[in-house]
């Protein structure tokens, strides 16, 4: 049995995490790329829709926003710290909203940002 989701329903979605992040800069020139963004909590709902928005330099024009992982709990414990992995990877667009639905895998999982070395925040 098929189960159709109401994804135009305002009241089937509520924001679970917003994240702002700037690069550290090392000279006026330069910047240091900001690290993997890791979501803190464990999500259930295997659909999301991301949003990813950044401050684009005057005459660039830039559409890439980086990449959204899935990560799960193997289970196994190497050098004393829990092993995760990757499941899943889906590539992010600026100032779109992506809908990702995920395979019913795992109960749980995590997701984490991977930000292009380009954006400042």
Do not use: C
Not at 27 to 42: G, K, R, Y
Not at 49 to 60: C, G, K, L, N, S
Not at 78 to 83: C, I, L, Y
């Amino acid at each position: 049995m098929t189960r159709i989701l109401q994804l135009g329903n305002a009241s089937n979605w509520e924001q679970i995490y917003n994240h702002s992040q700037a690069a550290v800069s090392i000279n006026p020139d330069t910047h240091a790329p900001i690290p993997e963004i890791v979501v803190p909590l464990l999500i259930e709902t295997h659909v999301l829709a991301v949003y990813i928005t950044t401050v684009v330099p005057e005459a660039r024009e830039w559409h890439f926003a980086g990449y959204l992982n899935q990560k799960f709990e193997l289970g196994l414990t190497v050098g004393g710290t829990p092993e995760a992995d990757e499941l899943s990877r889906r590539k992010l667009w600026l100032n779109r909203i992506k809908l990702i639905i995920f395979p019913k895998i795992t109960a749980t999982y995590a997701i984490s940002f991977s930000v292009p070395k380009w954006f400042k925040s």
